[in-house]
């Protein structure tokens, strides 16, 4: 059974646009694309926080 989600999704498929994610690597930024398989699962891996206020 498909959800609405699902069905607003395959009906816009020809309308949706690649998204490409940087980070921050060794000082500049890279496609997480570009990674070797190795450096994708590590990405993947890693713990994001938000910095609390004073």
């Known amino acids: 059974m498909k959800t609405k989600t ?3 999704l395959e009906e816009n498929q020809g309308l ?3 998204c ?3 980070t921050r690597v060794m000082g500049y930024h890279r496609p997480v694309e570009s990674f070797n398989i ?4 590590e ?3 890693r713990t994001y926080f938000k ?4």
């Open 16 to 18: 949706r646009t690649k």
């Open 43 to 45: 990405h993947k891996q």
């Open 6 to 8: 699902d069905q607003i």
């Open 38 to 41: 190795g450096k994708k699962g």
């Open 51 to 54: 910095e609390g206020g004073c």
């Open 20 to 22: 490409l994610v940087y």
